[in-house]
């Protein structure tokens, strides 16, 4: 990783929360942690994530309304769902409200980083892409 990826985490477990920041900032992420959802909203808007943990029950609003709030706000940054209840209808609206992935508890830790490395890496890709796009169009209109 060349410049260190900002991850945030956001659930009211307190021992979910210090366990995913200590293994990813060890991973070389640098992690920031909310235990509500407008906490997240809030840190969201006045810093860049590239991606984002989020817990689907939350005690002030439910995750899928975060994912959606934040989905809106800041599209490019990869979500990962996080849930101890696990279902099929959970999992379909989180991936329709824009989530990237979705992650059951317990969490597997080696299986979150695999999905968390993966997403950054389409999302590099997505951006290094769209960058080609960007100076292909300028080089176009500069030879006009």
Same mark, same amino acid.
């Given at each position: 990783m060349?410049? &260190?990826k900002r991850i945030l985490i956001v659930d009211d477990d /307190? $021992? %979910?929360l210090n366990s995913l920041r200590d293994i990813l900032q060890e991973k070389g992420y640098e992690v920031v942690t909310a235990k509500t959802g407008r906490e997240a909203i &809030?840190?969201?808007e006045a810093q860049y994530f590239d991606l984002a943990l989020l817990d689907i029950k939350l005690p002030? %609003? /439910?995750g899928t309304e975060l994912l959606t709030e934040m989905h809106k706000k800041t599209p490019s940054m990869m979500k990962i769902m996080i849930t101890g209840y696990p279902s099929l209808e959970n999992a379909v /609206? $989180?991936?329709n409200l824009g989530a990237d992935a979705y992650?059951?508890?317990p969490i597997d830790n080696d299986k979150l980083l695999k999905i968390m490395e993966e997403k950054l890496r389409e999302q590099e890709e997505a951006m290094r892409m769209t960058q080609e796009k960007v100076d292909e169009w300028i080089l176009n209109r500069l030879r006009e």
């Open positions: 060349d410049e &260190k /307190e $021992a %979910i &809030k840190m969201s002030d %609003i /439910e /609206e $989180a991936l992650v059951m508890k």
